[in-house]
Each structure stands twice: as structure tokens, then as C-alpha cells.
T-cell receptor, first 116, second 115 residues
């Protein structure tokens, strides 16, 4: 069974540009989560999509946005890039939203974004 | 909102030493608890999880964790570490009610095991 895939592996941009990161979840998973992993800060939650809808977002400015497509893949867009956006961006997927919150997340390898 | 605290940011051990990594959380309701591991050059993977039942849970590679509800803790343990356990370890907590089931992660603990 294929795991969560992310592309590109590395992305280098300059300040002010826009970045688009992509994620394909495990087959059968409808929820996709995006996290930012900056050095020494652990994983900071960015966005959660389920069944094509944005369900929750973390404490990030509106220039971080995304969407989920009908095939459950997802895009994360970061506009007006700033130097501090340099980080590893992780995507995770899980089975359908359940009331217990017992969703085990499966992570992709991440996209390393460097802003110069 | 919940928060997770991992007390040890960096741990250095020799092979065969015992390991205990601390994890405390703050949240008033019931939670699911996770430990994830990130080996060098690999992606994050689940080590073990607690949803309900026996508070002592066993995971892969000889790891175990104990949920102590009264202390809001979920410490990770391994009796004898190996060089291959060198990795970054993350504790995560997810509420089971209230509408937001997003796990909150701790800042991680970097473990280095010397051969």
C-alpha cells in the first residue's frame, strides 16, 4: 500500500514569491492535515481538510491557504513568502472524520521549503 | 486548547542504557495520546498510541508508555536502547470531544545513542 506522498521534495523561493506544495493521501483516507516543522519548534498545525472542506486551521496568517480536491489530494499555498516560512512542511492523512478523535495520522516525507 | 510539554529537548545515552522521555499535557477532557518517532532522513511514524483501556501501552521496537491520568503524563520508556534508536521523538495529544480533534504535538526530544 502506497504511503502519503508529497511533492516537491525541496523548494527554493525568494521573499515575496508564492509556493505551492502538494500531498496525496493514502488510498481510502479522506482527511488531510498540514503541519509546519520549523527547527526546534516541533510540529505546528496549519490546516485540516476532510471531504473537501476546511475543518480547522491553526494560528497562521491568511497567506497560508489550501484546498482539497475531489480525489482527496491537497495543496498548500503560501503567498508573499517570508524568510521565517523556511521549514519542513508535513502532510498527514487519516481515515474519515470520527467523533472519537481517534484518528491515527500517517505522515508523508515532507517538503523542505527554503525562502531566500 | 490543549498543550503538550516535553521536558527533555536533548538526551544522550550509551547503548543498553534505559530511557524515559517525559510528556505532560494540559487539557480538561478525555484525550488520545501518541508517540511518534522520526529517524534521520525518514518521515514521522507512529511508535505507540493510547485510546482507552490498559494505561500501559506497548509499541514497536520495545517501546512502551504509561498514561497516568492524575499526572496528565504519558512518558515513553525503553529498558535498553540501541544505536538505531537515535531519532527525534514527539508526543502528541488529541481531544476526543469538543469538535477539534487535531493532535497537538510537543516540541520533540532529540535522542542520540552512542554505540
Amino acid at each position: 500500500e502506497a504511503g502519503v506522498t508529497q511533492s516537491p521534495t525541496h523548494l527554493i523561493k525568494t521573499r515575496g514569491q508564492q509556493a505551492t506544495l502538494r500531498c496525496s493521501p493514502i488510498s481510502g483516507h479522506t482527511s488531510v492535515y498540514w503541519y509546519q516543522q520549523a527547527l526546534g519548534l516541533g510540529l505546528q498545525f496549519l490546516l485540516w481538510y476532510d471531504e473537501g472542506e476546511e475543518r480547522n486551521r491553526g494560528n497562521f496568517p491568511p497567506r497560508f491557504s489550501g484546498r482539497q480536491f475531489p480525489n482527496y489530494s491537497s495543496e498548500l499555498n503560501v503567498n508573499a513568502l517570508e524568510l521565517e516560512d523556511s521549514a519542513l512542511y508535513l502532510c498527514a492523512s487519516s481515515l474519515a472524520l470520527v467523533s472519537s478523535g481517534s484518528n491515527e495520522q500517517f505522515f508523508g516525507p515532507g517538503t523542505r521549503l527554503t525562502v531566500l | 486548547a490543549q498543550s503538550v510539554s516535553q521536558h527533555n529537548h536533548h538526551v544522550i545515552l550509551s547503548e543498553a542504557a534505559s530511557l524515559e522521555l517525559g510528556c505532560n499535557y494540559s487539557y480538561g477532557g478525555t484525550v488520545n495520546l501518541f508517540w511518534y518517532v522520526q529517524y534521520p532522513g525518514q518521515h514521522l511514524q507512529l511508535l505507540l498510541k493510547y485510546f482507552s483501556g490498559d494505561p500501559l501501552v506497548k509499541g514497536i521496537k520495545g517501546f512502551e508508555a504509561e498514561f497516568i491520568k492524575s499526572k496528565f503524563s504519558f512518558n515513553l520508556r525503553k529498558p535498553s536502547v540501541q544505536w538505531s534508536d537515535t531519532a527525534e521523538y514527539f508526543c502528541a495529544v488529541s481531544p476526543t470531544s469538543g469538535g477539534s480533534y487535531i493532535p497537538t504535538f510537543g516540541r520533540g526530544t532529540s535522542l542520540i545513542v552512542h554505540p
